[in-house]
């Protein structure tokens, strides 16, 4: 019954989801809505942590299964990939490869720095004490 | 007699957990990329269907039924995005700058690298929403001319090859910010690379979580600007 519960909020917020990204005018997924919506419940505790967090955790954990069948789909389009495929298969090998490499070093660069000015500060207060 | 099996939604469930779960204990025993579930339980899959000449259509009767828990497990995400949301309070700017950024440097390589195989306008606007999650990338290639099948399959393709670059690239660029991961994860890969993120710790998983969110945020804010950009290039 406690796995019913927790489930009942997460298909709650994935109808809600779904269906405001109906009526919505900009193309956002029901998906991306519901976890928006449930992030917002749960930060201003309408919906205590413990009430989905079981479920949902089992859900998260288990997520790259879920994914197989879109990925089997790849199939239905091998038509239109014909003599492309490799030039398209290079294109996201290097855009993708690049894009994860920049991203995850101006992060860190970012981060670091952030942490450098807290870490000033920290020692700052504490001379001035 | 192969027709009334492989219609029957029992086919496409069974043949999806068992190659996955198959995937996985080979990936524990031989951690090689081939071996990442995902990708050996989508090869071996299509392979099987070929072979066996059981269209895509017949498999998914049961796929469906895998596929639906992808809404409710990106909805579950929220639970992590709550765990670590101080992560984003502190680390805002690293996280937005990475990700405004990063999704105009993606750009920018995908005009070169376009220029360079001579694509043409079309599948430009066709890739350009691939970092992005399959249901907005949908609506921006819709409503910038692209074609939108074959964007479905790019996004796809995109987050397989995230979940396998991902960790060499860390480890070569000296990565080992937990957020700089996940954000990098989410918004390089999608919900696939935040499949990936789940493994390597809790706050890896929220920021790829809401680096999703974000990255198609940024990519639907882009995209006339870029439709514009690239009418004058190609």
């Given amino acids: 019954m406690r796995q019913l519960k927790q489930l009942f909020w997460i298909f709650l917020f994935s109808f809600i989801g779904e269906f405001l990204s109906l009526i919505s005018p900009v193309a956002i997924p029901g998906s991306v809505i519901g976890m928006v919506l449930l992030f917002i419940a749960l930060h201003f505790k309408w919906i205590k942590l413990v009430q989905v967090e079981e479920v949902g955790n089992w859900l998260t954990d288990n997520m790259a299964i879920f994914f197989v069948p879109a990925g089997v789909g790849l199939m239905t389009n091998f038509n239109i990939l014909g003599d492309i495929w490799w030039q398209l298969l290079l294109t996201v090998l290097i855009t993708t490869t690049l894009m994860i490499g920049f991203v995850a070093y101006v992060v860190q660069w970012f981060k670091r720095r952030t942490d450098r000015k807290l870490e000033t500060t920290a020692s700052m207060a504490k001379e001035s004490i | ?234």
């Fill in chain 2, 1 to 234: 007699m192969l027709e009334l099996i492989s219609t029957n939604p029992f086919f496409g469930l069974f043949a999806t957990f068992f190659f996955f779960i198959l995937g996985t204990m080979l990936h524990r025993r031989w951690p090689i990329p081939l071996f990442n579930p995902l990708i050996f339980s989508i090869t071996i899959i299509i392979l099987v269907l070929l072979v066996t000449n059981v269209s895509y259509s017949d498999y998914n009767e049961g796929g469906r039924f895998v596929n639906f828990w992808i809404t409710p497990a990106t909805v579950a995400l929220a639970i992590k995005l709550e765990k670590n949301f101080i992560y984003l309070k502190k680390y805002y700017t690293a996280i937005l700058s990475g990700i405004v950024l990063g999704v105009l440097f993606h750009t920018g390589v995908l005009v070169v690298v376009s220029l360079l195989f001579r694509f043409n306008e079309e599948l430009v606007l066709t890739l350009f929403p691939k970092a992005i999650t399959t249901a907005i990338a949908l609506g921006v290639s819709e409503s910038l001319g692209g074609i939108v099948s074959l964007t479905v399959a790019i996004v796809v393709l995109t987050g397989v090859i995230g979940t396998v670059v991902g960790p060499p690239i860390f480890a070569l660029l000296r990565i080992d910010d937990p957020v700089a991961q996940g954000v990098a994860l989410g918004s390089g890969s999608h919900a696939m690379g935040t499949a990936k993120a789940i493994e390597l710790g809790d706050v890896q998983a929220a920021m790829a979580g809401l680096s999703i969110v974000l990255t198609g945020i940024v990519v639907v804010i882009l995209a006339p600007f870029v439709l514009e950009f690239v009418g004058v290039l190609f």
